[in-house]
């Protein structure tokens, strides 16, 4: 249970082999390449025309990678979609690389994109036009009274005819004012919230008396761009947009059908993204013209993977495999990988949510598991709850398929149940409803339920400062493990046994001998400061200040009574909930009842999950890592594929 031991490997081929070996990396995903031109100044990496050749490479491998995720995105709406469940309990696919390119070279690429292509800008051409026809629609829906073309009427010599819009008021004044002058004969078409649609008829003597009446009114000639009145245009753009929404209900029930089609693009999306990272990769290289060079990290444990699956692709000859050990001043490069049982496992989430440990550092999951068992337990404690999370999680996992990801996520609160339903015995709390036998109540015991969180919260913290002790001594720096961890140890014991000879078991002798050995960490970390610093007053004086950090440990301390804090409170809403319900009449009780009983348990559910979770997570990075951890290691980031649909068959990692 440990940070994994890397290796630092290099490897030189020729060039006619590089998308074989890159390949075979590429299938362990277990190797992070290196940027040997940024790891040494020195070497030139490759000349510019390669560099330039790889970028394009990689840009082109881009846009076909994105161009296919478009077109699955697109296809797969109208493809018969499984029920959740179902979906949830297919596996994904398991292939090689080699076996994917081999399954999409009995198909025909080509013909599949250009059909799906074609289906799509008819589509999109389909939508566009009964979107611009609507839009005719909608303004001949209004006219369709007209039983002329406005444009087509000739003015004879003694009469003039207009037809056009005009605005609507709250008094109506200026369409009044039309219809009721005396020279203007009015025909209206229609009438909205916001104008009407008139034909206005006038004697050509007073014409220019009409058209002065029409400006004042805002009269605005009716555009009519179509060459039949508004009656049978109509029926020609419902003929049309019949037409064009049978040809898109034809290709969508095309589309509804190719799940071959679906599978082949999911194929090209695996292997453009393949072929994406391993172009990316070339750009990394060291290229001579015969030979090219490349250096990465992997796992000590795997190192034998990687000669197997080169082997599996050329001969022995062509290629030369060097490990290195790391070196000192590669420790801060090098990428972590964690390495725990599977009980730890699932919460190196919690570690990665912080940071990965350097390196050179400790891998801190193994302690702070128990004590985030421990924590989260006590502050969700509750039996029926506990129960409720270890089903929900018992019966993904067992039944249902999910990432990798998620299925940590998953094992995670999988293993917090169990100490949620022991907290929740030892509360005797059961969805709030008390149980036969109570350890400690959350009503009356909540003093002894506050030293509880307060004693597990100075255990904690002892041994985070037995840890800081064990990397300074590691480290060789004695006088910083006396006065940054055994002093302080010695000082907390003390102060323990001054607390318990006064408060529990009354005894002088022991209450005096405390006192003596809390003074006698004090003067250890004064002395270890002082003979540690070259300057021994600035020592003497960094050591007092050291001890002013005790301010800091009795905030650390008052911290944990969120322990005790969120059990109460979770349990009291809970009972709280359930006097509720209690009050109803029966018949209510047990029909609505029973409703509000699950939604009010959902959601103090829920929000005690959440609180024991964030909560749990703060004790650990504040209270816990601020004792020995540092971080600031970055996680492994090898050479993979995206295994978003097809995930990838590993016959090396045993």
């Given at each position: 249970?440990?940070?994994a031991?890397?290796?630092?490997?290099?490897?030189?081929?020729?060039?006619n082999?590089?998308?074989?070996?890159?390949?075979?990396?590429?299938s362990?995903?277990?190797?992070?390449?290196?940027?040997?031109?940024a790891?040494?100044?020195?070497?030139?990496?490759m000349?510019?025309s390669?560099r330039?050749?790889?970028e394009?490479?990689?840009k082109?491998?881009?846009?076909?990678?994105?161009?296919?995720?478009?077109?699955?995105?697109?296809?797969?709406?109208?493809?018969?979609?499984?029920k959740?469940?179902?979906?949830?309990?297919?596996?994904?696919?398991?292939?090689?690389?080699q076996e994917?390119?081999?399954?999409?070279?009995?198909?025909?690429?080509?013909?599949?994109?250009k059909?799906?292509?074609?289906?799509?800008?008819?589509?999109?051409?389909?939508d566009?036009?009964?979107?611009?026809?609507?839009?005719?629609?909608?303004?001949?829906?209004?006219?369709?009274?007209?039983?002329?073309?406005?444009?087509?009427i000739v003015?004879?010599?003694?009469?003039?005819?207009?037809?056009?819009?005009?605005?609507?008021?709250?008094?109506?004044?200026?369409?009044r004012?039309?219809?009721?002058?005396?020279d203007?004969?009015?025909?209206?078409?229609?009438?909205t919230?916001?104008?009407?649609?008139?034909?206005?008829?006038?004697?050509?003597?007073?014409?220019?008396?009409?058209?002065?009446?029409?400006?004042?009114n805002?009269?605005?000639?009716?555009?009519?761009?179509?060459?039949e009145?508004?009656?049978?245009?109509?029926?020609?753009?419902?003929?049309?947009?019949?037409?064009?929404?049978?040809?898109?209900?034809?290709?969508?029930?095309?589309?509804?059908?190719?799940?071959?089609?679906?599978?082949?693009?999911?194929?090209?999306v695996?292997?453009?993204y393949?072929e994406?990272?391993?172009?990316?990769?070339?750009q990394?290289?060291?290229?001579?013209?015969?030979?090219?060079?490349?250096?990465?990290?992997m796992?000590?444990?795997?190192?034998?993977?990687?000669?197997?699956?080169?082997?599996?692709?050329?001969?022995?000859?062509?290629?030369?495999?060097?490990?290195?050990?790391?070196?000192?001043?590669?420790?801060?490069?090098?990428?972590?990988?964690?390495?725990?049982?599977?009980?730890?496992?699932?919460?190196?989430?919690?570690?990665?949510m912080?940071?990965?440990?350097?390196?050179?550092?400790?891998d801190?999951?193994?302690?702070?598991?128990?004590?985030?068992?421990l924590?989260?337990?006590?502050?969700?404690a509750?039996?029926?709850?506990?129960?409720?999370?270890f089903?929900a999680?018992?019966?993904?996992?067992?039944?249902?398929?999910f990432?990798?990801?998620?299925?940590?996520?998953?094992?995670?609160?999988?293993?917090?149940?169990?100490?949620?339903?022991?907290?929740?015995?030892?509360?005797?709390?059961?969805?709030?409803?008390?149980?036969?036998?109570?350890?400690?109540?959350?009503?009356?015991?909540?003093?002894?339920?506050l030293?509880?969180?307060?004693?597990?919260?100075?255990?904690?913290?002892?041994?985070?400062?037995?840890?800081?002790?064990?990397l300074?001594?590691?480290?060789?720096?004695?006088?910083?493990?006396?006065?940054?961890?055994?002093?302080?140890?010695?000082?907390f014991?003390?102060?323990?046994?001054?607390?318990?000879?006064?408060?529990?078991?009354?005894n002088?002798?022991?209450?005096?001998?405390?006192?003596?050995?809390?003074?006698?960490?004090?003067?250890?970390?004064?002395?270890?400061?002082?003979?540690?610093?070259?300057?021994?007053?600035?020592?003497?004086?960094?050591?007092?200040?050291?001890?002013?950090?005790?301010?800091?440990?009795?905030g650390?301390?008052?911290?944990?009574?969120?322990?005790?804090?969120?059990?109460?409170?979770?349990?009291s809403?809970?009972l709280?909930?359930?006097?509720?319900?209690?009050f109803?009449?029966?018949?209510?009780?047990?029909?609505?009842g029973i409703?509000?009983f699950?939604?009010?348990?959902?959601?103090?559910?829920?929000?005690?999950?959440l609180s024991?979770?964030?909560?749990?997570?703060?004790?650990?990075?504040?209270?816990?890592?601020?004792?020995?951890?540092e971080?600031?290691?970055?996680?492994?980031?090898?050479?993979?594929?995206?295994?978003?649909?097809?995930e990838?068959?590993?016959?090396?990692?045993?």
């Open positions: 249970m440990a940070i031991k890397m290796k630092k490997i290099k490897l030189i081929s020729f060039q082999q590089k998308d074989a070996i890159l390949e075979g990396i590429q362990l995903q277990s190797i992070e390449l290196i940027d040997m031109s790891e040494y100044a020195e070497v030139n990496a000349s510019v390669s330039d050749y790889f394009s490479q990689s082109e491998w881009e846009e076909k990678y994105n161009s296919y995720q478009d077109l699955l995105s697109f296809l797969r709406p109208y493809l018969p979609q499984p959740m469940l179902t979906k949830l309990r297919t596996p994904k696919e398991m292939l090689t690389i994917m390119q081999t399954e999409l070279s009995k198909v025909d690429k080509e013909l599949i994109l059909t799906l292509n074609d289906a799509r800008q008819r589509l999109k051409q389909n566009q036009e009964v979107e611009r026809l609507n839009e005719e629609e909608s303004f001949l829906l209004k006219w369709q009274k007209l039983e002329h073309i406005p444009s087509d003015t004879n010599e003694y009469v003039g005819t207009l037809t056009g819009l005009v605005p609507q008021t709250v008094s109506d004044s200026f369409i004012e039309i219809k009721n002058h005396k203007i004969f009015v025909e209206e078409v229609f009438q919230k916001d104008e009407y649609g008139i034909t206005v008829a006038f004697d050509r003597k007073f014409e220019q008396e009409v058209n002065k009446v029409l400006d004042e805002h009269f605005a000639v009716l555009h009519y761009p179509f060459e009145i508004p009656g049978i245009e109509l029926n020609r753009i419902s003929e049309e947009k019949t037409q064009m929404i049978e040809d898109s209900k034809a290709l969508k029930e095309q589309l509804g059908k190719m799940q071959k089609e679906e599978w082949v693009l999911k194929l090209m695996e292997i453009s393949a994406l990272q391993r172009a990316r990769s070339k990394l290289l060291v290229d001579e013209r015969h030979l090219f060079v490349l250096e990465g990290w796992e000590d444990s795997k190192v034998g993977d990687i000669r197997e699956a080169l082997e599996e692709r050329l001969e022995k000859e062509n290629f030369a495999l060097v490990t290195e050990e790391v070196q000192e001043e590669e420790m801060d490069k090098v990428p972590i990988v964690l390495e725990n049982n599977k009980v730890v496992t699932p919460f190196e989430n919690i570690t990665d912080y940071s990965l440990p350097k390196y050179n550092e400790m801190p999951t193994p302690f702070l598991t128990p004590f985030y068992l924590f989260f337990g006590m502050m969700l509750d039996l029926g709850y506990g129960m409720l999370l089903a999680t018992a019966v993904a996992l067992k039944f249902f398929h990432d990798k990801g998620m299925r940590k996520n998953l094992s995670f609160f999988h293993l917090l149940s169990y100490p949620t339903m022991m907290w929740g015995l030892i509360y005797g709390s059961f969805f709030g409803f008390e149980l036969p036998f109570v350890l400690l109540s959350t009503m009356d015991d909540v003093n002894t339920i030293v509880l969180s307060i004693v597990f919260g100075v255990l904690q913290i002892l041994l985070g400062l037995g840890l800081r002790t064990y300074l001594l590691r480290d060789k720096d004695p006088f910083g493990a006396v006065a940054e961890g055994i002093g302080w140890i010695v000082i014991v003390g102060i323990i046994m001054v607390l318990i000879a006064n408060m529990v078991f009354p002088a002798f022991v209450a005096t001998l405390g006192q003596g050995i809390a003074i006698a960490g004090v003067v250890a970390i004064l002395v270890a400061s002082t003979l540690g610093s070259e300057s021994k007053g600035l020592g003497f004086g960094s050591g007092l200040y050291n001890l002013y950090g005790i301010t800091g440990y009795v650390d301390i008052v911290s944990y009574t969120r322990l005790m804090a969120l059990g109460v409170s979770g349990s809403i809970a709280a909930f359930n006097m509720i319900i209690g109803l009449p029966p018949v209510a009780r047990f029909t609505v409703l509000l699950i939604a009010l348990h959902s959601i103090n559910f829920g929000l005690s999950l024991a979770y964030v909560h749990g997570a703060r004790l650990i990075f504040v209270e816990f890592f601020g004792k020995f951890y971080g600031g290691g970055k996680a492994l980031n090898p050479l993979k594929t995206s295994e978003e649909y097809i990838l068959k590993n016959n090396y990692n045993r």
